[in-house]
């Protein structure tokens, strides 16, 4: 939740490929108040069933930078493993990685007392991001 001296995070993934959320999705967080300070860690948390990061840690006061680093390798094995047959991930893949983004790192600049709500849109080829509401 943001304050008037702190902004507030929040996330979900929907995978494009399948048209769902993608759930179980590794995620963490990390924020630095100036452009020339070093990234402060502050944890991470896990996408749930519908696709949502519920409770990411609340940013420090004067955090002006956030970091979002998301786990798509892991997500996308999983689901390759689980489907168990050829897929044009790893047919088109280098290395038979079965994604070409093995991650996915999202950097925004925040003001005090804003939320900000950022989707992440994935395939196994490409992602898009937006400031979402």
């Not at 769902?20 to 100036?34: C, E, H, N, Q, T």
């Not at 991470?44 to 998301?70: I, N, Q, Y």
């Not at 990685?97 to 490409?126: D, Q």
């Amino acid at each position: 939740m943001s304050t008037s001296t702190t902004a507030s995070v929040s996330t979900h993934i929907l995978d494009t490929s399948v048209g769902r959320p993608a759930g179980d999705v590794a995620v963490r967080l990390a924020a630095r108040a100036g452009r020339e300070v070093d990234w402060q860690a502050l944890g991470g948390s896990a996408t749930d069933a519908d696709g949502r990061c519920k409770d990411l840690p609340a940013l420090p006061e004067g955090t002006t930078h956030v970091r979002l680093d998301f786990d798509t390798e892991t997500y996308f094995a999983k689901k390759q493993a689980a489907a168990q047959q050829d897929a044009p991930a790893l047919r088109d893949s280098e290395n038979g990685r079965p994604v070409f983004f093995p991650e996915v790192t999202i950097t925004f600049a925040v003001v005090p007392g804003e939320h900000y709500h950022v989707p992440l849109l994935l395939n196994p080829f490409g992602y898009s991001v937006y400031r979402g509401s």
